[in-house]
């Protein structure tokens, strides 16, 4: 399985959990943007944690 896309939904509280967890990826400023990487696939992990740990669950992503 490969990440081919992350997103986030409405909802974003700003919480700032996933930038805590991973700072290449998530971005939080009144909401959360997703960075524009080359290869999603090095924080694979980081991404997944993130997902989890989000609590309004809304960090989407894609696998393929
Ligand atoms: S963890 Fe979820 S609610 Fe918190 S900033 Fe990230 S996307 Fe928004």
Redesign the pocket.
């Known amino acids: 399985m490969a990440i081919t896309k992350v997103w986030?939904d409405e909802?974003?509280?700003?919480?700032?959990?996933?930038?805590e967890i991973c700072p290449e990826i998530?971005k939080?400023t009144d909401?959360?943007h997703v960075q524009v990487v080359p290869d999603l696939n090095k924080f694979e992990s980081a991404i997944h944690d993130?997902v989890e740990?989000?609590?309004?669950e809304?960090?989407k992503i894609v696998e393929v």
């Not at 740990?53 to 309004?56: A, L, W």
């Open positions: 986030i909802g974003c509280t700003a919480c700032c959990i996933c930038e998530f939080v909401e959360c993130a740990s989000c609590p309004v809304v960090i």
